[in-house]
């Protein structure tokens, strides 16, 4: 593999006090197969009048080819001098069968953090020089326009056999390691779970663990059920998903799973702060809670005879439940007709069956019944659910508090009890799921792989 030694040109080289600079000692050291230079207006100038640079190196390595970037940068100590144009000339450099070695011990204190950067962010080999001393050399003279460069060369102590190899190569990995860390632990605050796992799988110091649970979590965040539970079935003792296994019937344990996992994605947006969503997700979310709540626990009153796909039959409604009927006739301008099951309807079946018994269990009904008058105050939540659907103003945590009388939060809340009496109280614990799954992450991100 070919190997390219990128490093700037600063003040201690290409000799300092009769001993290597940088960028020489690791051309001594490392015999790379090419060399790059870049130089602020300053080093240029210094090259052009006496070559002092590229002579240094032809001395050292004869044979290696020297290409010199000239830039016109004079403040070299400000960042916005070169922070676009080093890392883009450095990453010219980079092809699949080159092992880029970068200087990071040549140029001004910014200009060897830049390279630092670049080194940890690139994954590239970044090599020090510890000074002869062992201790800065930034009050020693620099090599100045007139020196003799011939004089230089031949009294370099490095030259001698046996000189001290001072090449050194931090643990950038180490750094890196921090810095994908840091990034994981900022995406999972905000359950970015996709973005933080394409960083983590592309990492070699991040641990498995931590890995195969930001896979999960990104999988559960899609609703993508199946494949995360054989991702990742429990964490720390905790079980992740429901205990479907309780309920007998096979299509309503897959209704229970998945109100719940779509439950878990309310809470995400709620947490963040996307209300208008929120609504609509909360609106499609409790229509099937519903739905699944008269077909587990009214079932003395089965809707499902009197219904013809998703159209609720007046006909059937007149030969199974008149009583029923009659009570919806009440409530719709001209009577009810054919219509498809919807939100309101549901409410109305509902209160039809808690007044009129039929219920499984009546302790369920009732806290059912309670729990419903909490989200459906007033028919505040009802105003507000078709005022966010037809309107694209984002709804504020102010506007959804005047509207529905609670905050987004005490909302949540609401429909996490209510979820919990319908489908299962394990339901309650598990809506905190994602909170248990980042404090896992955590715990596997403190150590490196």
């Not at 060369?153 to 994908?180: H, K, M, T, W």
């Not at 720390?236 to 779509?262: C, M, P």
């Not at 989200?375 to 005022?387: A, H, I, P, T």
Request: hydrophobic share 40%.
């Amino acid at each position: 593999m070919k190997k390219v030694l990128f490093s700037p040109i600063g003040n201690t080289d290409p000799i300092r006090e009769c001993y290597d600079g940088a960028c020489l000692h690791i051309v001594r050291h490392y015999q790379p197969d090419e060399v790059v230079l870049f130089f602020t207006k300053e080093m240029w100038e210094r090259e052009q009048a006496n070559h002092c640079y590229t002579r240094a190196i032809a001395h050292v390595a004869p044979d290696c080819p020297v290409r010199c970037i000239a830039s016109d940068i004079v403040d070299a100590h400000l960042y916005d001098s070169f922070i676009e144009v080093l890392p883009g000339y450095i990453r010219e450099l980079q092809e699949d069968d080159t092992e880029i070695l970068l200087n990071l011990s040549s140029g001004t204190p910014q200009i060897k953090t830049m390279m630092a950067i670049v080194a940890v962010e690139d994954g590239l080999r970044g090599i020090q020089v510890v000074s002869p001393n062992k201790a800065s050399n930034s009050r020693s003279v620099p090599v100045q326009a007139g020196d003799d460069v011939e004089a230089m060369l031949s009294n370099n102590f490095d030259d001698e056999p046996g000189a001290e190899n001072r090449c050194q190569e931090p643990p950038l990995q180490v750094i890196r390691y921090f810095s994908e860390r840091q990034r994981i632990m900022s995406l999972i605050k905000l359950y970015e779970y996709e973005a933080a796992y394409e960083l983590a799988r592309g990492s070699a110091s991040i641990a498995k663990e931590a890995k195969e649970l930001l896979h999960h979590a990104a999988l559960r965040r899609k609703l993508m059920t199946q494949e995360a539970r054989k991702v990742c079935n429990g964490v720390d003792g905790f079980r992740l998903f429901l205990n479907v296994e309780e309920i007998k019937n096979r299509q309503l344990q897959e209704k229970a799973e998945h109100l719940t996992e779509y439950l878990l994605n309310l809470v995400v947006f709620q947490r963040k702060g996307y209300l208008s969503e929120f609504l609509v997700k909360c609106n499609n979310f409790l229509f099937e809670l519903l739905e699944y709540y008269v077909r587990t626990n009214c079932r003395k009153l089965n809707l499902r005879q009197c219904m013809e796909g998703r159209i609720v039959s007046r006909d059937l409604l007149l030969e199974k439940y008149p009583a029923l009927l009659a009570e919806l006739d009440a409530c719709w301008r001209g009577g009810f007709r054919d219509s498809e099951l919807s939100f309101g309807l549901l409410c109305r079946v509902i209160e039809y069956a808690h007044a009129n018994a039929y219920y499984d269990d009546k302790n369920k009904a009732e806290q059912v019944a309670v729990l419903l008058g909490d989200v459906f105050e007033n028919g505040q939540f009802s105003r507000m659910r078709n005022s966010s659907a037809h309107t694209i103003s984002d709804v504020t945590e102010a506007l959804f508090r005047e509207m529905v009388g609670a905050s987004s939060g005490e909302f949540m809340q609401r429909i996490v009890k209510l979820a919990g009496i319908v489908i299962h109280k394990h339901v309650i614990k598990l809506s905190g799921v994602y909170d248990i799954i980042n404090r896992a992450i955590a715990d596997r991100l403190a150590v490196r792989a």
